[in-house]
């Protein structure tokens, strides 16, 4: 349900940038703004000026006479994510650990209390966006204005491309999402004492977890050794 409290750029902004996020608008999909502005009760330019921002972030491509789209997800995309994910998670944790607020802290405790009640009841639209939040926060505690954009961007295609984890088809996908849960718990502790080399290390720990599962979906058997190997050392030759 909207929040009728908000303002027609606001609730468009939330409501493109959730679509995204869950996978209701594909990647690549383009967006009718004719559509889109009769919906919001939006003219041109503020419909235009709330694209330009989400193109920013990293949700949206603006395209020269040819209108927005959805962000695409080709197989660089994906090679590059797997690439760079291991890497941009450790270094925002443990910026997160130096560098956090009490406030922050109380935030992260309250997005991983959604984050567990979404496994228990939640869709996987709703633990999609659970974890969104929880990882959002710490870019948030991290605090450096280089990383955080990238990190916001790998996020989005965590979430869209991490949809098929939060939907578990057997026991061990349901074990892995209450062992996300526990490691949430560890991440909180670690940058709460200030610990960030125990935060990058739990960085790393997370991502292997979710790594996995997503590459059962994602890997195109022609991929497997590039993504596969991505993020791990190679192994020497005899």
Not at 25 to 33: K, S, T, V
Not at 219 to 236: I, M, N, V
Request: glycine content about 8%; charged content about 30%; overall charge neutral.
């Amino acid at each position: 349900m909207a929040d009728s409290g908000k303002s027609p750029k606001a609730r468009f902004y939330g409501d493109l940038r959730i679509s995204i996020l869950t996978l209701d608008l594909r990647p690549g999909a383009d967006l009718d703004e004719a559509r889109l502005a009769e919906k919001y009760g939006l003219s041109r330019t503020p419909l235009r000026e709330v694209l330009r921002e989400l193109a920013g972030e990293g949700y949206v491509e603006l395209r020269e006479n040819r209108g927005a789209r959805v962000s695409d997800m080709s197989y660089t995309t994906l090679r590059d994510f797997f690439l760079a994910a291991p890497m941009i998670y450790a270094a925002i944790l443990q910026l997160a650990a130096r560098n956090r607020t009490e406030r922050q802290i109380g935030e992260l405790r309250l997005a991983q209390r959604e984050f567990v009640s979404a496994l228990r009841k939640g869709s996987a639209v709703d633990r999609t966006l659970a974890n969104n939040r929880f990882h959002e926060i710490t870019g948030e505690m991290a605090g450096n204005i280089y990383l955080l954009p990238s990190f916001r961007r790998l996020l989005i295609d965590h979430a869209r491309i991490g949809m098929t984890f939060y939907r578990p088809a057997n026991n061990e996908m349901a074990e892995n999402l209450s062992l996300a849960s526990d490691q949430h718990e560890e991440i909180i502790e670690a940058i709460a004492a200030g610990d960030d080399a125990r935060s990058a290390r739990l960085a790393e720990e997370h991502w292997n977890l979710s790594r996995g599962q997503i590459e059962l979906f994602v890997t195109p058997a022609g991929l497997e050794a590039s993504l596969g190997s991505a993020g791990r050392p190679q192994e020497k030759s005899a």
